[in-house]
């Protein structure tokens, strides 16, 4: 049977002490199974980079990763991919900081995971390759002689043509995109941008269904949201609420309730306006002072990067204001971790909470929204605040939806979560949650791997799906509308001075 090679930059190798994959982890749990490949960088920097990968087996899955030079992993990861694209797609072009040493070293380290991988690869394979780290990797396959079917996932937003267009060498990273077979998006949204941007940079018309043709290549692009594990993770919560850390928890909120959020520590999740909600609600409502009690769980991301350390010290400057003007003796409003806390004791503070604040300023999906949704108990449920601008809002309409950049706006919702009756939060969490199982963690796998096998063969990884069943069709997609390109020119005419409020 064919074998799936899944490419990532992080790879959760069992074992390793390096920083784990995030959503992305999570999200492919479920397709890397018995026989796959799953190949990436080991997290390590030594004085080369690896030109052949170190290759290890762990339940009949094998492990190859590759060490970067110092030299290449800044260029790479902290230069390009983090100081240059990560904005970029995020939509924060004042953020944008590109440097054509960068450019070329991302290159460079996209030819080395091509380099190391080609000599592991059989010619029946499917290759799967991962988020904006590798655009070109599927490039630099082809160049190498690679015939395979290759797919791409972009696991965050994707942005109109009038911004993408900033960057230097879009054209040029985007035709290297475009040696793929197939590349998927959460939204249509961001679907349709990538589509604008081959028409417009590469001057390829494309179709209705998302297919172009680039080069002699039939290239298709397809909207296939991420989702989690509904079941397993609701069990997790319901069964680790009792555990004594979540207990610790309950006993300390004395009856008052809980509002919870929990990120990367990153300037495109909206933390500071997240936090001076608080403020607002606290004037504008002093009912909820001595009385909510917020939980941030931000974990420090990327800390190379000088944006990453002064969003850190501007957060821990809003928590210390708010905490000092509004606390008393016995009762603190924000309680700030700067960690990772384990699975289990996420998933039971999510079900402690009454209310779920999700306020990216811009996200490819975000699935600690569906988490938040997992972990409530149907009977009781709490309520989900979450940005219009998260992918995962597409879909999840009855949250109390907010646009993260008007921290009053939050500070309604929160008001509006918390006076919100029993009937009403079941209401909404059932709706909700029939949204997150019917694109459900092995669904997206599925739609994926389905639409990269051409010819329809049977499709490694998950087989049978608890939730619902079988492969969903990839979304159709539609054609760009006229109001799309109004839309991407007032984004940029709002940006043209160094990025979106904060
Ligand atoms: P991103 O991939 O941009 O970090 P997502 O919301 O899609 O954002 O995925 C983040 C994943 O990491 C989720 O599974 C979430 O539970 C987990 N996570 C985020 N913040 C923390 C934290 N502080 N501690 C533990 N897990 C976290
Ligand atoms: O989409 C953003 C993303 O690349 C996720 O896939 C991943 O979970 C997260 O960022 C981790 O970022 P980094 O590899 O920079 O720590």
Wanted: glycine letters at 8%; aromatic letters at 8%; charged letters at 20%.
């Amino acid at each position: 049977m064919t074998r799936l090679v899944v490419v990532s930059n992080r790879v959760p190798v069992p074992g390793d002490r390096s920083p784990a994959a995030g959503g992305l982890a999570i999200g492919l749990a479920d397709a890397v199974t018995a026989g796959s490949l799953w190949f990436g960088w080991s997290g390590r920097r030594g004085h080369t980079t690896s030109t052949e990968a170190s290759v290890t087996k762990h339940r009949d899955i094998t492990y190859a990763t590759i060490d970067l030079a110092e030299a290449d992993y800044r260029h790479f990861y902290v230069g390009f991919s983090n100081g240059v694209l990560w904005p970029l797609l995020s939509y924060r072009l004042g953020q944008v900081n590109f440097r054509r040493a960068d450019y070329a070293g991302y290159r460079v380290v996209n030819e080395a995971f091509a380099t190391a991988l080609r000599p592991l690869l059989r010619s029946d394979d499917l290759i799967w390759i991962h988020d904006y780290q590798l655009l070109a990797v599927g490039h630099a396959l082809r160049t190498l002689g690679a015939e395979q079917r290759i797919g791409f996932f972009l696991h965050t937003p994707f942005p109109p043509p009038a911004i993408f267009c900033a960057l230097p060498r879009a054209a040029e990273l985007l035709e290297a995109l475009c040696a793929c077979d197939l590349v998927g998006f959460h939204t249509a949204d961001y679907r349709d941008a990538f589509l604008q941007c081959v028409s417009v940079l590469l001057d390829t018309p494309t179709d209705a269904d998302g297919s172009f043709t680039f080069r002699g290549r039939r290239v298709r692009a397809i909207v296939d949201p991420i989702g989690i594990d509904v079941g397993g993770f609701a069990a997790t919560a319901a069964r680790s609420v009792g555990n004594a850390t979540a207990q610790r928890l309950a006993n300390s909120l004395g009856g008052r309730p809980l509002a919870v959020s929990a990120d990367r520590l990153d300037y495109a999740k909206g933390l500071p306006n997240r936090v001076e909600a608080l403020d607002h609600l606290f004037a504008s409502h002093p009912e909820h002072r001595n009385h909510l009690i917020f939980l941030q769980i931000a974990a420090p991301s990327r800390e190379e990067l000088a944006v990453y350390r002064a969003l850190r010290r501007e957060l821990d400057r809003t928590v210390g204001d708010i905490n000092g003007r509004y606390s008393e003796a016995d009762w603190t409003p924000v309680r700030y971790l700067t960690r990772t806390v384990g699975r289990s004791t996420l998933a039971a503070y999510y079900r402690l909470a009454r209310l779920g604040v999700v306020t990216p300023l811009r996200d490819g999906m975000n699935l600690v929204a569906k988490e938040y949704i997992a972990a409530q108990n149907s009977a009781d449920p709490g309520v989900l605040i979450l940005s219009r601008f998260a992918g995962a809002a597409e879909d999840l309409t009855d949250a109390l939806i907010v646009n993260p950049f008007d921290s009053e706006e939050i500070a309604e919702a929160m008001h509006h979560g918390l006076a919100m009756p029993l009937d009403e939060r079941q209401a909404r969490h059932k709706s909700l949650l029939a949204r997150i199982r019917a694109s459900f963690a092995r669904q997206f796998c599925l739609t994926f791997l389905a639409a990269l096998r051409s010819d329809g063969a049977e499709v490694p990884g998950p087989k049978t799906a608890p939730e619902t069943g079988t492969p969903r069709r990839a979304l159709e997609a539609r054609p760009p509308r006229r109001s799309d390109h109004v839309a991407a020119n007032r984004a940029v005419l709002a940006m043209a001075s160094g990025g979106l409020p904060h």
